[in-house]
C-alpha cells in the first residue's frame, strides 16, 4: 500500500510542472501500487479537460515502511 502526498501535473509546453485542483484531491487516498495511483490519477485529470496536454502525473508517495519517494 501506498499513500499519496501530494500530485501535479508534470511539465507540459510551458516547461512548468503544475499543481491543478482536479491532481489535489488525490492527496491522503491509498492505492495498491505507485502504478495504479498515477493511472487512476491521469485519468481523472484527462476526464476533467484540466489535462489537455496529456502530461505524464507526478506524486510523491509514502511507502507502509514510513518512507517517501517521488515519482
Avoid: C
Avoid at 1 to 28: C, E, L, P, R
Avoid at 31 to 40: K, Q
Amino acid at each position: 500500500m501506498i499513500t499519496v502526498k501530494n500530485a501535479w501535473i508534470k511539465q507540459g509546453y510551458s516547461g512548468d510542472d503544475h499543481w491543478n485542483g482536479t491532481v489535489d484531491g488525490f492527496a491522503g487516498r491509498q492505492f495498491r501500487s505507485v502504478a495504479e495511483a498515477l493511472a487512476t490519477i491521469y485519468r481523472a485529470s484527462v476526464a476533467d479537460g484540466s489535462n489537455a496536454t496529456n502530461s505524464p502525473i507526478g506524486i510523491t508517495a509514502t511507502f507502509a515502511d514510513g518512507t517517501t519517494k517521488k515519482f
